[in-house]
């Protein structure tokens, strides 16, 4: 969220959706800023890139890490009506270990 407040503009928008798919939770973020130039959207996984004057490029790592670690997935794209989209689907259920 903190990273699509950054990139909307004033009056820009944020939709965000939360949603049930077979045993998944998706949550859908799609913000109507610029969306995300091609050389920095196959980087931003990358620990330590950022193309902001601070920050230390950790975050989205670290929001991918805790995903996974709850076998979830995370997809950050350029939506075909503009803006970034970001997709997180998390399990509903998990069986204890």
Not at 27 to 47: N, Y
């Amino acid at each position: 969220l903190l990273n699509a407040m950054q990139a909307i503009q004033k009056d820009g928008d944020i939709d965000i959706r939360l949603g049930q798919q077979d045993e998944y939770a998706i949550l859908t973020l799609h913000d109507s800023g610029p969306g995300i130039a091609p050389d920095v959207l196959e980087k931003i996984w990358d620990p330590f890139f950022t193309n902001k004057e601070k920050g230390t490029g950790l975050g989205l790592g670290i929001v991918k890490q805790i995903i996974e670690a709850h076998d979830g997935q995370i997809t950050i794209d350029n939506a075909i009506s503009g803006g970034t989209i970001v997709i997180i689907l998390l399990p509903l259920y998990q069986e204890n270990l």
